[in-house]
Structure formats: C-alpha cells, structure tokens
C-alpha cells in the first residue's frame, strides 16, 4: 500500500543525500548533483501532497516550474564550472580558495 | 477572465517597461558591430527605461493597494516604495559600471541588460503574493546574478565568486523549496493571503510540522540580505566581483529580500501563535546575530571592499530590526533607513571604484593623503562614513534612530542595546578610513584617474540627500507613512 508517508521518506531520503552529497563531496559537479537531488526532493513533495491531501492543481504546478528553474540553474551553474575549469584546470572546491583572506 | 488579466497588466506598467527596456537592450547590442568600443544608445535606453518605471512608480505611490492576476501579485505601496529604491540603485549601479574600468569596455551593456534582468526579478519578488512567484522572482534575481559576479570572465578572482554564489544559491534554494513543499502540504495553499487566515488557528501537529518549514523557508530569503549564519557567501562574492556588481548586490537582492520578509512578517505572523512566536524569536536572533557578526569582521579588513561587505552585512541586521517589531512605524523606518542607504552605498561605492581603476587595488592604504589631491570626493566620503557609522545630524543616524525608537516602542531592550553596541563598533572602522584619508601623506604623487568635473557634479549630488535627509527627513517619512502594506 502506496500512501502519503512512503512518498514523504523518498524526498526525505532525497533531501538528506543530497545534503549529505553537498557537504562531503568535493567535487563541483557532485555538488550540483547534490543541488538537484534537493530540488527532486521537493518537487515530489509537492506533487505527493497534491495527490494525496490538497485536492487542487497548485502544487502540479509548482512541481513543472521547479523541473524548468532547476534546468536553467544547472545550466548557469555548469558554465560558470567550465569558466572555472578553464581558468584553474581543476574542478576541486578546495582549488577555490583564493577569496579567502 | 481574459479582461481580468488585461486590467491587470495596467497595473503592472513599471515592470513591463523594465522588461521591455531590457529587450530592447538586447537587440540594440545585438545590432552593434561586434568590436564597437563604445555603445552610446545603451546607456541612453537603459537611462530612458528606468527613468519613466521611476517616474510611474512615483506616480502610483499614492493610489490605494490592489491584488491582481487572481490574487498572485500585490500592488501597494509599500513594494512601490521598495520598487523605486531598487530602480535608483539600477540607475546608479549602471552609471558606475559606464565609467569603471572594472568591467571590459565590450561587456558593459550585458552588465546593463542583466540589471535589467535582476530588477525585474527584484520587483516581482517584492510584490509576490504566492510562493510559486515567490520562487520565479528568486531565481530571476539569483540566476541572472550569478552571471554577473562572473562577469569579468578572465579573471580567477571573478570565476571564483561566480561558483560560489552559484552553489550557495543553489543549496539555499532547494533548502527552501522543501520547506515551501511541507506548508503548502499542511496548508493547501500557495496563497499568502489564504494562509493568513489559516494560521491564527492551527492545530498543535500541524504547528509541528509548519515552525521547521517556515525556518527551511528563510534559509532561501535570509541568504538573499546575507543574513547571519547564512552569510558565508556574501564577503568572497562582493570581493571578487567586478565593482559595479558589487555596489549593484549591496543594493537590489538587499533591498528586495527584505522587502519579502517584510511582506511575508506583516501578513502572516501578525498574531499571538506559537508560529508567529518562533518566527519573530528566530528573526531577532538573526538581526542580532547578523549586525555583531558584520561588523566585528569588518574591523581586520585589508580591502575597502571586503570592508564595505561586511558592514553591508550590518546594516541588515539593523533593517531586520525594522522588521522584527510588526508595525506599520517599523516598515517604515526599514523604508526609510533603505532609503539612506541607497545614497551612502553609491557614494562609496562611487569613490572605492575610481580609486580601484587608478591603483589596481582597494586596499585602504591606497586611500591615504586623499584630501589633499582631491578635497570634494574625500569630503564626500568623509560625510558618507559618518552617515553610515550613523553621526548626527546625517541621514544615517535618523535612519538608526527610527528603528531604535521602533524597537524600544516595543520594549525589545536587549536588541536596543545590541544595535547600540554594534553602531559604536562600526564607528571604529569608518574612522579608520577617514584617519588614513586626512591625517596620512599619501605613497604616491599620481592623481585619481577618471574624476571628470562630470563625475565630481555626480558624486556631490548623491552626497546632498545623505546630508539633507539627516535635516529635512519629514518629507521622506511622510512619504513612507503612505506606504502601506495591503493586507486581506
């Protein structure tokens, strides 16, 4: 029996990984993957809570425009890593470093 | 229906022609030979543009507020108010940005058509009336920014700060979308003004569930005004990006993120429920937090940026103060003390930027002997720090004295004293400034490059409202008096 709680453990599961992913990977591809991993976290949620308690289409909605503004965010986000790997060669959190002072 | 929404788009003119500018934009770079070195009609449009959403948002300061597109956005005043705060700080951002050499000659109209972007994503974040816009307008403003701390894309410094804005934003974003998909999963609605009349009466498991969500919530807006403890980002971005970039994000995420928190205190936790309790304690630890951790590490800086970073960091704190008190005097002292800030933050910004084209660097020993090369701009910044470190009879310490009475109205003694503290702290590194520009001989005899009597007229004129605000400030008061939120 598929009800609203196993959906709540999935994105659970999902958003603690994807913290999980974020603060011990080093790795500036495995962090956006990591971002994704939370956004997917709530945008099942959303969809979950839609089915399952509030009968209207709001939050379909918000799930399609989260799916829309997590493409556009990676994109921005991975040409700002190539930028980075083009400058640095490196794609290791650890090489951006230089602003600290 | 359809007429609905045509009825609409009549109240909505501002925005429209910031995004109408903001395409216009893109087709005139688009038409310029590729290797033009400068590009005349773009300063023009992008000065046309904002003048007239300026001049109409001024224009319908006045009316009374409305909700329009079925009851997602709110035109009042109050976020017009905010609106034409954002617009002014665009306007300046992007005249920097003309006359610094900080960003490549080829790229300045990009750095003025992603203003645009960002501001229209400021302004819809600011009259958001439901989470699903309230989510658009963040991004808007985030995505485009990110863009634009990397915007002098040849350098290590700049990339870095774009990654790390980047990622920072991402996080805080999807931390909050989770806490966005548990309220309206208790709630049922995206609508801020149907959770409004939800809240006062809510069970104690349903307020178990909402008081961790709504602080998932402000993990996303309280990293838009780099509040503490999610201000981690904001010193290494505001250090690497370009210095129009920098002057652009003290003002506009700022001045929108606060706007939404503002919105978001007055409709929804204007009561006695534990919800409301938790809300406003979290928020007043943050303003606490967020001034002493800003100013204590604005003290050991080497760069007047950096520096200006952190006390931006500050000031926050102290416009969450406004907030922290729900009331309408609040509002309207953060609209007033935002006001102030604009000015300030542009004339520093201003002087930092031509200092920083001259000598490569913003360190403060670049700012020493200043007043004796050129006395109109090192009084001016001079009037400026003392206005930010909040002397009166500035503008700055009208503004702090408005949301100090607020907050002792109130009878939040301990934040009072706080506030107090931390305004005598940031009158050590504003003085450090000052000491090395008037009692240190300068290391170089080279002039400032770039000060045209242009550029001089410009800086002397944002100085004058920093001055005459701290002595006629009833005007402006009055004017925010108006401005109102609109609650259903």
Known sequence: MITLSSYLMISLALFLSGLVVMISRKNIIAILLGIELILNAAALNFVAYTRFVNDNIEGHIMSLFIIVIAAAEAAVGLGIVIRFFQMRESIHIDDAAQLQS | ?488
């Open chain 2, 1 to 488: 229906m359809g007429l609905n929404y045509l009825v609409s788009l009549g109240h909505y003119v501002p925005e429209l022609i910031v995004c109408i500018t903001m395409f216009s934009l893109i087709l005139i770079e688009a038409a310029h030979d590729k290797d033009a070195t400068s590009k005349p009609l773009i300063g023009l449009t992008s000065f046309i543009g904002l003048i007239s959403a300026f001049v109409i948002l001024v224009l319908n300061l006045s009316k009374p507020g409305l909700s329009i597109f079925t009851n997602s956005i709110v035109i009042d005043s109050f976020g017009t108010f905010a609106k034409i705060i954002m617009v002014l700080g665009t306007l300046g951002a992007i005249y920097i940005a003309e006359q610094s050499s900080d960003i490549y000659q080829k790229l300045k109209s990009e750095f003025s058509i992603m203003a645009m972007g960002v501001l229209v994503g400021g302004m819809l974040l600011t009259s958001a009336n439901n989470m699903l816009l309230l989510y658009i307008g963040l991004e808007t403003l985030s995505i485009l920014s990110y863009v634009m701390a990397t915007l002098k894309k040849n350098n290590e410094r700049s990339g870095e700060a774009g990654l790390k804005y980047s990622l920072y934003g991402g996080i805080s974003a999807g931390i909050m979308l989770f806490g966005m998909s548990h309220v309206f999963g208790v709630l049922g609605t995206i609508n801020f003004s149907e959770m409004a009349t939800m809240i006062p009466n809510l069970t104690s498991d349903q307020m178990l569930i909402l008081i961790p969500s709504f602080l998932l919530f402000f993990v996303g807006l309280g990293y838009k005004i780099a509040c503490v403890p999610f201000h981690m980002w904001s010193p290494d971005v505001y250090e690497g990006s370009p210095i129009p970039v920098t002057a652009f994000f003290a003002i506009v995420p700022k001045i929108a993120g606060m706007a939404v928190i503002a919105r978001l205190t007055m409709l929804l936790f204007n009561n006695d429920s534990l919800l409301s309790v938790s809300w406003i304690g979290a928020l007043s630890v943050m303003a606490a937090l967020t001034m002493t951790v800003g100013n204590i590490s604005a003290i050991g800086q080497r760069s007047v940026k950096r520096m200006l970073a952190y006390s931006s960091i500050g000031h926050a704190g102290v416009m969450l103060l406004g907030i922290v008190v729900v009331s309408e005097i609040g509002l309207r002292s953060l609209l007033f003390y935002a006001f102030t800030y604009l000015f300030m933050t542009l004339v520093a910004f201003y002087i930092v930027s031509f200092v920083n084209d001259t000598y490569g660097n913003d360190h403060f020993d670049r700012f020493s002997g200043l007043i004796y090369k050129h006395p109109i701009m090192t009084i001016s910044m001079i009037i400026v720090m003392f206005s930010l470190a909040g002397i009166p009879p500035l503008s700055g310490f009208v503004a702090k004295f408005n949301i100090f009475s607020a907050v002792v109205a109130k009878k939040y003694y301990v934040l009072a004293i706080i506030a107090g503290i931390n305004s005598v702290i940031s009158l050590y590194y504003y003085m450090k400034i000052i000491r090395l520009m008037v009692f240190k001989t300068s290391e170089s005899e080279n002039m400032i490059l770039g000060l045209t009597l242009r550029n001089q007229l410009i800086i002397g004129a944002l100085t004058v409202p920093v001055v005459t605000l701290g002595v006629f400030w009833e005007k402006i008061i009055g004017v925010a008096e108006q401005a109102t939120l609109l609650i259903q």
